[in-house]
Each structure stands twice: as structure tokens, then as C-alpha cells.
């Protein structure tokens, strides 16, 4: 029984995260978690292009040019 005690206390946060992934995955919640995260992405994304204008399209049009 200490062996199990001991391996609960070592392994606590990993139990508790695989719980919470399976209840996630079991009520489709991990459709609006995607969806958080693609909006804080893009908001980040547009965040940069718009202060970096200029490097921004410098980088595009060599990559374009390298097309």
C-alpha cells in the first residue's frame, strides 16, 4: 500500500491531467479549446504582422520569389 501511496504522490499532476483530457475528450469540449486557441493564435499573428509591416513583406516576397 506505500508503493501505490508513493506513486500517487510522485505522479499527482499527470493523474489529474489525464482526467481532465478524458473528461474534455468525453464532452467535446476540446472543439471550443481548438477554437480558443486558433483565435488567441490569429490575434497574435495579426498583432505582429501589423508592427512589422515592412519585414513582414519582405519576407513574403523573397518567399515568393523563391517560388
Known amino acids: 500500500m506505500d508503493n501505490f501511496k508513493e506513486f500517487v504522490q510522485e505522479y499527482r499532476g499527470a493523474i489529474i491531467g ?19 486557441v486558433l483565435v ?12 512589422n509591416k515592412y519585414e513582414v513583406k519582405e519576407k513574403l516576397k523573397n518567399f515568393i520569389d523563391r517560388l
Not at 40 to 51: A, S
Open 40 to 51: 488567441c493564435l490569429g490575434i497574435f499573428i495579426g498583432n505582429y504582422v501589423q508592427k
Open 18 to 36: 489525464g482526467a481532465i483530457a478524458i473528461l474534455i475528450l468525453l464532452t467535446g469540449l476540446y472543439k471550443l479549446v481548438v477554437g480558443i
